[in-house]
Protein backbone atom coordinates (compact mmCIF):
# COMPACT_ATOMS: atom_id res chain seq x y z
CA UNK A 1 0.00 0.00 0.00
CA UNK A 2 1.18 3.08 -0.54
CA UNK A 3 1.12 6.66 1.91
CA UNK A 4 -0.81 9.30 1.26
CA UNK A 5 1.05 12.32 0.45
CA UNK A 6 -0.30 15.34 2.16
CA UNK A 7 -1.26 18.22 -0.39
CA UNK A 8 1.58 21.15 -0.80
CA UNK A 9 1.72 23.72 1.82
CA UNK A 10 -0.18 27.04 0.91
CA UNK A 11 2.29 29.35 -0.57
CA UNK A 12 1.24 32.73 0.69
CA UNK A 13 4.04 35.03 -1.13
CA UNK A 14 3.28 32.89 -4.53
CA UNK A 15 -0.50 33.61 -4.16
CA UNK A 16 -0.07 37.03 -3.15
CA UNK A 17 2.01 37.54 -6.07
CA UNK A 18 -0.84 36.16 -8.45
CA UNK A 19 -3.10 38.16 -6.55
CA UNK A 20 -1.20 41.77 -6.70
CA UNK A 21 -0.73 41.05 -10.49
CA UNK A 22 -4.24 40.12 -11.28
CA UNK A 23 -5.56 43.39 -9.51
CA UNK A 24 -2.96 45.67 -11.03
CA UNK A 25 -4.41 44.31 -14.43
CA UNK A 26 -7.87 44.81 -13.09
CA UNK A 27 -6.50 48.51 -12.32
CA UNK A 28 -4.73 48.76 -16.11
CA UNK A 29 -8.21 47.56 -17.13
CA UNK A 30 -9.86 50.47 -15.23
CA UNK A 31 -7.57 53.17 -16.81
CA UNK A 32 -8.25 51.92 -19.98
CA UNK A 33 -12.49 52.79 -19.64
CA UNK A 34 -11.34 55.77 -18.29
CA UNK A 35 -9.08 56.67 -21.21
CA UNK A 36 -11.69 55.50 -23.62
CA UNK A 37 -14.33 56.96 -22.31
CA UNK A 38 -13.15 60.20 -21.09
CA UNK A 39 -9.75 60.94 -22.53
CA UNK A 40 -7.91 60.91 -19.64
CA UNK A 41 -5.79 58.97 -17.37
CA UNK A 42 -6.40 58.73 -13.84
CA UNK A 43 -3.79 60.77 -12.87
CA UNK A 44 -5.18 63.45 -14.92
CA UNK A 45 -8.17 63.14 -13.34
CA UNK A 46 -6.58 63.59 -9.94
CA UNK A 47 -5.11 66.80 -11.04
CA UNK A 48 -8.43 67.91 -12.60
CA UNK A 49 -10.19 67.38 -9.46
CA UNK A 50 -7.49 69.24 -7.12
CA UNK A 51 -7.53 71.99 -9.48
CA UNK A 52 -11.52 72.50 -9.90
CA UNK A 53 -11.83 74.96 -6.68
CA UNK A 54 -8.87 77.11 -8.14
CA UNK A 55 -5.64 77.24 -10.14
CA UNK A 56 -2.41 76.07 -8.02
CA UNK A 57 1.34 76.65 -8.57
CA UNK A 58 2.94 73.50 -9.90
CA UNK A 59 4.62 72.61 -6.87
CA UNK A 60 1.79 72.66 -4.64
CA UNK A 61 -0.10 70.70 -7.08
CA UNK A 62 2.71 68.19 -7.10
CA UNK A 63 2.77 67.72 -3.36
CA UNK A 64 -1.05 67.58 -3.61
CA UNK A 65 -1.05 64.95 -5.75
CA UNK A 66 2.74 63.08 -4.34
CA UNK A 67 4.17 63.31 -7.54
CA UNK A 68 7.79 64.34 -8.06
CA UNK A 69 8.41 67.70 -9.84
CA UNK A 70 9.31 66.19 -13.59
CA UNK A 71 6.40 63.54 -13.40
CA UNK A 72 3.83 66.43 -12.46
CA UNK A 73 5.71 68.68 -15.37
CA UNK A 74 4.36 65.63 -17.96
CA UNK A 75 1.33 65.17 -16.54
CA UNK A 76 0.49 68.85 -17.08
CA UNK A 77 2.30 68.76 -20.33
CA UNK A 78 -0.52 66.43 -20.83
CA UNK A 79 -3.47 68.15 -19.96
CA UNK A 80 -2.34 71.45 -21.77
CA UNK A 81 -1.92 69.71 -25.51
CA UNK A 82 -5.89 68.47 -24.49
CA UNK A 83 -6.48 71.80 -24.08
CA UNK A 84 -7.83 71.21 -20.39
CA UNK A 85 -5.49 73.25 -18.22
CA UNK A 86 -3.50 76.57 -18.96
CA UNK A 87 -0.71 77.54 -17.19
CA UNK A 88 0.65 80.99 -17.23
CA UNK A 89 4.52 81.42 -18.08
CA UNK A 90 6.85 81.90 -15.43
CA UNK A 91 10.10 82.23 -16.78
CA UNK A 92 12.19 82.45 -13.38
CA UNK A 93 10.74 78.94 -12.00
CA UNK A 94 8.46 76.85 -14.07
CA UNK A 95 7.19 75.31 -10.70
CA UNK A 96 5.53 78.48 -9.26
CA UNK A 97 3.57 79.10 -12.18
CA UNK A 98 -0.26 78.51 -11.79
CA UNK A 99 -2.21 75.95 -13.10
CA UNK A 100 -6.01 76.77 -14.04
CA UNK A 101 -8.88 74.52 -15.38
CA UNK A 102 -10.19 75.89 -18.86
CA UNK A 103 -13.83 75.07 -19.74
CA UNK A 104 -12.90 72.17 -21.74
CA UNK A 105 -10.71 70.83 -18.29
CA UNK A 106 -14.16 70.91 -16.69
CA UNK A 107 -16.01 68.98 -19.07
CA UNK A 108 -14.18 66.61 -18.87
CA UNK A 109 -13.58 66.11 -14.87
CA UNK A 110 -17.48 65.40 -15.50
CA UNK A 111 -16.81 63.43 -17.88
CA UNK A 112 -14.28 61.00 -16.11
CA UNK A 113 -15.86 61.56 -12.81
CA UNK A 114 -18.87 60.05 -14.20
CA UNK A 115 -17.18 56.99 -15.86
CA UNK A 116 -15.31 56.46 -12.41
CA UNK A 117 -18.67 56.79 -10.09
CA UNK A 118 -20.52 54.16 -12.85
CA UNK A 119 -17.67 51.63 -12.36
CA UNK A 120 -17.41 52.30 -8.48
CA UNK A 121 -20.72 51.56 -8.83
CA UNK A 122 -20.66 48.48 -10.90
CA UNK A 123 -18.24 46.98 -8.48
CA UNK A 124 -20.01 47.89 -5.07
CA UNK A 125 -23.38 46.59 -6.74
CA UNK A 126 -21.51 42.94 -7.31
CA UNK A 127 -20.45 42.59 -3.08
CA UNK A 128 -22.65 42.30 -0.40
CA UNK A 129 -22.30 45.63 2.03
CA UNK A 130 -20.00 43.11 4.54
CA UNK A 131 -18.38 42.24 2.12
CA UNK A 132 -17.33 45.83 1.11
CA UNK A 133 -16.14 46.87 4.54
CA UNK A 134 -14.42 43.70 4.67
CA UNK A 135 -12.39 44.54 1.35
CA UNK A 136 -11.56 47.96 2.46
CA UNK A 137 -10.39 46.94 5.78
CA UNK A 138 -8.15 44.58 4.63
CA UNK A 139 -6.51 46.69 1.50
CA UNK A 140 -6.03 49.24 3.92
CA UNK A 141 -4.27 46.29 6.02
CA UNK A 142 -2.40 45.09 3.11
CA UNK A 143 -0.98 48.54 2.02
CA UNK A 144 0.07 49.03 5.46
CA UNK A 145 1.84 46.10 5.38
CA UNK A 146 3.59 45.95 2.02
CA UNK A 147 4.59 50.00 3.28
CA UNK A 148 6.38 48.44 6.42
CA UNK A 149 7.55 45.66 4.38
CA UNK A 150 9.43 48.04 1.56
CA UNK A 151 10.91 49.96 4.27
CA UNK A 152 12.22 46.86 6.33
CA UNK A 153 13.59 45.73 2.71
CA UNK A 154 15.15 49.59 1.97
CA UNK A 155 18.34 49.83 4.06
CA UNK A 156 18.64 53.74 4.95
CA UNK A 157 15.08 54.22 3.51
CA UNK A 158 13.13 56.74 5.14
CA UNK A 159 10.14 55.42 6.72
CA UNK A 160 7.03 54.98 4.72
CA UNK A 161 4.21 57.64 5.05
CA UNK A 162 0.93 56.44 6.81
CA UNK A 163 -1.01 58.18 4.73
CA UNK A 164 -4.52 56.94 3.59
CA UNK A 165 -4.24 55.12 -0.12
CA UNK A 166 -5.77 56.93 -3.04
CA UNK A 167 -9.16 55.99 -3.40
CA UNK A 168 -9.54 55.89 -7.64
CA UNK A 169 -6.48 53.37 -6.83
CA UNK A 170 -4.02 53.46 -9.18
CA UNK A 171 -4.25 57.01 -10.24
Request: net charge neutral; glycine share 4%.
Amino acid sequence: MSQAVAPPEHDFCQEMMELTNAFLLCCQQKEQLLQQEAGITSVELRALRALAERALPMRELAGALELSPSRMTRVADSLEQKKLVHRKRCPEDRRLCPVALTPQGREALARGEGVLRRFQEQVKGLLKEEERALVLRVLREFIAAFRRGIEACSPGAAPAAEAEPQRDFPA
